[in-house]
Each structure stands twice: as C-alpha cells, then as structure tokens.
C-alpha cells in the first residue's frame, strides 16, 4: 500500500511551510507529496493565500530528491493544456522524472470569481477535450508535429515541445461520475482517484473503472485506484478534526480519525476494496507533528 501526503495550501500556508511539509514526508518514507489547486479557501481562515501549484511544486522538486509531487487535482478551467504540458513537463524535468498530473474539471464556482477566470457551466468537453490534448502533446514523437481541432481547443503544426522526462507522466482522472469518468480514466489515466465518500461509492466507482478498462480493452490492473480522506490521528485527533470544523466522532466514521490502529484497521479495509494507494489529507502544510505521526504509528505498518 502507498500512502501520500495531500495538503490543502489554500487554507493560508507558505511555500517555506509547504516545503517543510514536503521535506518530512520525503524523510519519513511517504511515497509522495501531493496539494491541492485552489486559489479560495472553502473554510474561514485567512493567512498568506493562495500559492501556485505547479510553481511550488517545481521549486519542492528541486529541494527534494526521492519523493513523488502532483496536483490532487488541478482544475482544466485553470490553464491552457498546452501551457499546462509545458509546465508539467518542466516540473519533471526539474525533479528528476517525479511529478504526477491529477486532473479535474473544476468545481469551486466562488474562487474563479474572485480572480476572474471564466467558469462555464458544462465543463466535461473541456475536460476531455484538455487529456487529450496534454497526453497528445507528450506522445508526440521528437521531430514531428502535433495538431488538433476541437471545440474548446485548436492546436496547428506544434513541435510538441518540451517532453517530460518519464514517458508516460502518470495521470490521475479523479470524480464521482458514473458514467463519463470512469470512462476517461480507462482511455487517458495510469490512476484513477475517488475521495471524501463512503465505502459503498467507493465500491461502486471502482468497479465501473474496471469494466470502462475492460470496454475497450484495456487491463484494468494497469489502473492505480486511490483514495484521498481527510486524516486525524493519534494524540491530539479530536482538536484537529475539530480544526477542519468536524464532530470528532462523525469524522473518525466518515474518514481516517481516532487511534493508530484504527487508521491502520481503516486503511486495510480500502484495501479490501481494491486501493493500492492512500491519500492522507492533513490539510494544513505546516502541521508537521500530524505528519510526524502518521509516519511512526501507521505507516510502517501498512
């Protein structure tokens, strides 16, 4: 089992904290340090603000030497694919060859209004229409040309320039779609994610991934299933899910709360149901004690 890191900067965290975060993580023994993209905070907290996910992870990526670094996910509304290939494959040329892209359709309306950025009301075909076009982009065979005619999007005669260094860059299609989610992980994702729902929708959207796979072909164990939850263990839980303005006990239920063992029992559980990867999400960056105990009290035993 591979567990990750995945912190939410939005909540007013630095790239010094972040940093730090990452730093621990690596030293620990996670497999990697995954954030969030959000330039708005959904809770009220205020601090230093929103920071750019592709720019603090191409500076972690430098200061940092074994663990992986992703977006868990970056919103398709954000960035133009082909701007956002350039900045991924940059990102993994800086780290050595670490970086993973989660990739969203983006959700959070109030935050494209606050900076201006345009928030359509069908964004799938979007959505699509960018996979397609970043995976095209890095496929595409040093010499040739890529071009592409879609409806959101319109490529001609690109160089396809610059190539990450792993090829593939693993994707990560996360959601809750039934139907067309599923479906673009099986045609464009090394991985697919689903977070913050219960163990029965979990079920339900693993196995449709699966039979996605199976529609068109594909081994469906060539596809990573993930989970990200919200994480609160060991001394100290109760105030920090309390900090993330939950009950304590509704949280300990819902996601990965209470003792060691019952992470580490929880844990096994999503294995059961086909999870080969955790997210824990600690939410806050610069909370490094959170860290410190989830790699002493969980993770050598998962």
């Given at each position: 089992m591979?567990?990750?890191?995945?912190?939410?900067?939005?909540?007013?965290?630095?790239?010094?904290?972040?940093?730090?975060?990452?730093?621990?993580?690596?030293?620990?023994?996670?497999?990697?340090?995954?954030?969030?993209?959000?330039l708005?905070?959904?809770?009220?907290?205020?601090?230093?603000?929103?920071?750019?996910?592709?720019?603090?992870?191409?500076?972690?990526?430098?200061?940092?030497?074994?663990?992986?670094?992703?977006?868990?996910?970056?919103?398709?509304?954000?960035?133009?694919?082909?701007?956002?290939?350039?900045?991924?494959?940059?990102?993994?040329?800086?780290?050595?060859?670490?970086?993973?892209?989660?990739?969203g359709?983006?959700?959070?309306?109030a935050?494209h209004?606050?900076?201006?950025?345009?928030?359509?009301?069908?964004?799938?075909?979007?959505?699509?229409?960018?996979?397609?076009?970043?995976?095209?982009?890095?496929?595409?065979?040093?010499?040739e040309?890529?071009?592409?005619?879609?409806?959101?999007?319109?490529?001609?005669?690109?160089?396809?320039?610059?190539?990450?260094?792993?090829?593939?860059?693993?994707?990560?299609?996360?959601?809750?779609?039934?139907?067309?989610?599923?479906?673009?992980?099986?045609?464009?994702?090394?991985?697919?994610?689903?977070?913050?729902?219960?163990?029965?929708?979990?079920?339900?959207?693993?196995?449709?991934?699966?039979?996605?796979?199976?529609?068109?072909?594909?081994?469906?164990?060539?596809?990573?299933?993930?989970?990200?939850?919200?994480?609160?263990?060991?001394?100290?839980?109760?105030?920090?899910?309390?900090?993330?303005?939950?009950?304590?006990?509704?949280?300990?239920?819902?996601?990965?709360?209470?003792?060691?063992?019952?992470?580490?029992?929880?844990?096994?559980?999503?294995?059961?149901?086909?999870?080969?990867?955790?997210?824990?999400?600690?939410?806050?960056?610069?909370?490094?004690?959170?860290?410190?105990?989830?790699?002493?009290?969980?993770?050598?035993?998962?």
């Amino acid at each position: 089992m591979d567990l990750r890191i995945f912190v939410e900067p939005q909540n007013g965290s630095t790239y010094d904290e972040q940093l730090a975060c990452a730093q621990t993580a690596e030293r620990l023994g996670f497999d990697a340090f995954f954030r969030s993209d959000h330039l708005l905070s959904m809770a009220d907290t205020h601090g230093a603000g929103p920071t750019e996910s592709w720019l603090t992870l191409g500076a972690i990526a430098r200061e940092t030497r074994r663990i992986r670094l992703g977006t868990m996910v970056s919103s398709a509304t954000f960035r133009h694919p082909s701007m956002l290939a350039i900045t991924v494959a940059q990102a993994d040329a800086m780290s050595g060859g670490r970086v993973e892209l989660g990739l969203g359709t983006g959700w959070f309306e109030a935050e494209h209004a606050a900076y201006g950025i345009p928030f359509p009301p069908k964004r799938f075909g979007l959505f699509e229409e960018q996979l397609e076009v970043i995976t095209g982009l890095w496929s595409t065979p040093i010499g040739e040309r890529f071009s592409y005619s879609g409806e959101h999007y319109e490529l001609t005669d690109s160089p396809a320039l610059p190539k990450p260094v792993q090829s593939p860059v693993p994707v990560i299609v996360g959601g809750g779609g039934a139907r067309r989610t599923p479906e673009l992980a099986a045609r464009f994702a090394s991985e697919y994610n689903i977070g913050f729902v219960d163990e029965g929708r979990i079920t339900e959207q693993f196995g449709r991934v699966r039979a996605a796979a199976e529609a068109i072909g594909r081994d469906p164990e060539s596809i990573v299933l993930s989970v990200a939850l919200p994480t609160a263990v060991g001394d100290g839980w109760e105030a920090r899910a309390r900090r993330l303005g939950a009950d304590p006990e509704t949280f300990r239920e819902q996601n990965i709360g209470g003792t060691a063992q019952e992470a580490i029992d929880k844990i096994g559980r999503l294995g059961e149901l086909g999870a080969s990867r955790i997210y824990l999400q600690t939410v806050i960056p610069s909370d490094l004690e959170a860290v410190e105990i989830l790699g002493a009290e969980v993770l050598p035993h998962v």
